[in-house]
């Protein structure tokens, strides 16, 4: 009381026209704060709850290279940390495709009723390099010890709206950190090159480890799962990104339902953008080859052929599908993102372009053509996955 008095008799004296209304207001905001200091109280308890409720489903993924011996023994080493979350209550787990990409071997580890932690092989159900996304199965967990994850939407997303993350970065199991949306609709690059699209940005803090792990709304519901960030020393610079919880649904029930992704294609295979340029293709995608049994090559699209003088006839360039223009491959993926194998696009190439032996350009005629393709269906991953055993790095394919 000394000191508050000392306070209020140096600003009297500060201002000597301070009245009866002014002291009482000074009274009044002092007997504010414990119900202020109250709310604040309310506030740490929601998201105290929020995270033990949330932290249940939250997992420590541990990644293993296999390792062989000079006596021909093979033997599991760490590689990495991860984090992934329980989906439902068949044990599959959700994570990041990076995370798991180059293992032989991984363990997941959740958190039980009491605080117990359980530890167990994962096995591999399915990925989509594309969208970077896994999914791994643990058998061997009674189904009362899972609880999986309070899903959401990312339909009605909003920037400013409160976020948190909880993962397990640097190794520091089930870390939680708070933020907002930042952003909407962002566009990151995943582990094939393709883009993945509408991806949530925010500034709560998420480091390498994170990866795999949920991002929460208020309500502690599943909005999106934290795979990136922007900074340029590694760690947390307020610039995170999460892929979208409605891609997310739509990719997990796939690979849980089927163990694959269909992924829609033309049937082609491309020149990426920098080697097309060199060609003077400034705008559109090369066709290098258009195989005889598959959609485009049925629809009459034209690859890239060099004659018995060596002089190269390019094939046809892309330009639109649907009426979208294509500038290059990443408008071609987010073309095709939102369709099915067997859907109907309406394509149009540019064709009749002509290059001589020493790549001059040679009677060049260009003529639009408009072709109708059926869309045909491959599988994402076609050689040895993930956790099989082995370290593998699959190729970036360019082929669609």
């Not at 899903?151 to 976020?163: D, E, I, K, Y």
């Not at 290098?288 to 959609?295: H, I, K, Q, S």
Request: hydrophobic fraction near 40%.
């Amino acid at each position: 009381m000394r000191g508050a008095w000392c306070l209020l008799a140096t600003s009297h004296a500060l201002k000597p026209a301070l009245d009866r209304r002014s002291i009482l207001g000074a009274y009044a905001s002092l007997a504010s704060l414990p119900a202020n200091a109250a709310a604040l109280r309310q506030a740490e308890l929601e998201t105290i709850q929020l995270f033990e409720k949330a932290t249940k489903s939250v997992v420590f993924i541990d990644t293993f290279a296999e390792q062989r011996e000079a006596v021909s023994m093979n033997m599991d080493v760490p590689q990495g940390t991860g984090s992934g979350f329980v989906w439902d209550d068949r044990g599959h787990i959700v994570t990041n495709y990076h995370v798991i990409r180059n293992a032989a071997a991984a363990d997941v580890t959740l958190l039980v009723d009491g605080g117990t932690k359980l530890s167990r092989k994962a096995q591999l159900r399915g990925v989509d390099p594309d969208k970077d996304i896994a999914v791994l199965t643990v058998d061997d967990i009674p189904r009362d010890k899972l609880r999986k994850i309070a899903v959401g939407t990312s339909s009605n997303l909003r920037v400013g709206a409160s976020v948190f993350a909880v993962g397990n970065p640097f190794g520091l199991d089930h870390t939680l950190t708070q933020g907002v949306i930042s952003g909407l609709g962002r566009e990151v690059r995943s582990p094939t090159g393709r883009p993945i699209t509408n991806v949530i940005q925010t500034d709560a803090a998420i480091n390498p480890g994170n990866s795999g792990g949920p991002l929460l709304d208020s309500s502690g519901r599943l909005i999106g799962m934290n795979t990136a960030i922007y900074s340029p020393s590694g760690a947390s610079s307020g610039v995170g990104f999460a892929i979208p919880v409605d891609t997310l649904s739509t990719v997990v029930k796939a690979l849980v339902d089927d163990g694959r992704v269909r992924r829609p294609v033309l049937g082609i295979t491309f020149l990426g953008g920098q080697q097309a340029k060199a060609l003077g293709i400034d705008a559109g995608v090369l066709v290098l080859a258009a195989p005889a049994d598959g959609p485009a090559a049925l629809a009459g699209v034209r690859g890239t052929s060099r004659s018995p003088d060596g002089a190269l006839t390019l094939g046809d360039v892309i330009v639109d599908v649907d009426g979208r223009s294509i500038n290059g491959e990443a408008d071609l993926f987010k073309a095709l993102d939102r369709k099915r194998p067997g859907d109907s696009v309406k394509v149009t190439v540019a064709r009749g372009q002509r290059v001589s032996a020493d790549g001059a350009p040679d009677d060049v005629v260009t003529a639009r053509v408009p072709v109708d393709i059926v869309l045909g269906a491959a599988d994402d991953v076609a050689s040895v996955p993930p956790l099989s055993g082995r370290q593998r790095t699959p190729p970036i394919k360019r082929d669609f």
